[in-house]
């Protein structure tokens, strides 16, 4: 009887194993292929601002978008600290390879959470806090 549960417990690790390893392959797989986007917030509007998660609440924010692998349509959205939440009115054409800004002009102190979507479909959210 202890033989025949030691064949299970084997044979359930060998199986962990698989799924593991088989999760672990596609995983590098995907990360291979490389991001669609990339996405990040900034206290500044230029292309040489920095990523930021704190601004000071009289400098410029900005959301940055760039599609790393297609010309795509994009919408990005804003939720306030005071729950007010606002989207851009359309879709924006974003092309290959351009880095696009949006300005953020709340001067609200708190948390804001900046969404961008393409397609309708959310691809990447961004965190930040204004002080």
């Given at each position: 009887?202890?033989?025949?549960m030691?064949?299970?417990?084997?044979?359930?690790?060998?199986?962990?194993?698989?799924?593991i390893?088989?999760s672990?392959?596609?995983?590098?797989?995907?990360?291979?292929?490389?991001?669609?986007?990339?996405?990040?917030?900034?206290c500044?509007?230029?292309?040489?601002a920095?990523?930021a998660?704190?601004?000071?609440?009289?400098s410029?924010?900005?959301?940055f978008?760039?599609?790393l692998?297609?010309?795509?349509?994009?919408?990005?959205?804003?939720?306030?600290?005071?729950?007010?939440?606002?989207?851009?009115?359309?879709?924006?054409?974003?092309?290959?390879?351009?880095l696009?800004?949006?300005?953020?002009?709340?001067?609200?102190?708190?948390?804001?959470?900046?969404?961008?979507?393409?397609?309708g479909?959310?691809?990447?959210?961004?965190?930040?806090?204004?002080?």
């Open positions: 009887m202890k033989k025949g030691l064949s299970a417990l084997a044979l359930a690790a060998l199986v962990t194993g698989l799924l390893g088989v672990s392959s596609s995983a590098k797989q995907a990360a291979a292929a490389g991001p669609a986007y990339k996405h990040y917030i900034a500044g509007l230029s292309r040489k920095k990523p998660t704190v601004c000071p609440v009289g410029k924010k900005g959301a978008f760039k599609s692998k297609a010309d795509v349509k994009y919408t990005v959205c804003v939720k306030f600290p005071k729950a007010e939440h606002l989207c851009t009115e359309k879709p924006q054409e974003a092309e290959q390879g351009t696009y800004v949006n300005k953020i002009t709340s001067t609200s102190v708190g948390r804001h959470q900046v969404t961008w979507f393409v397609k479909k959310k691809v990447g959210t961004s965190v930040f806090r204004v002080k």
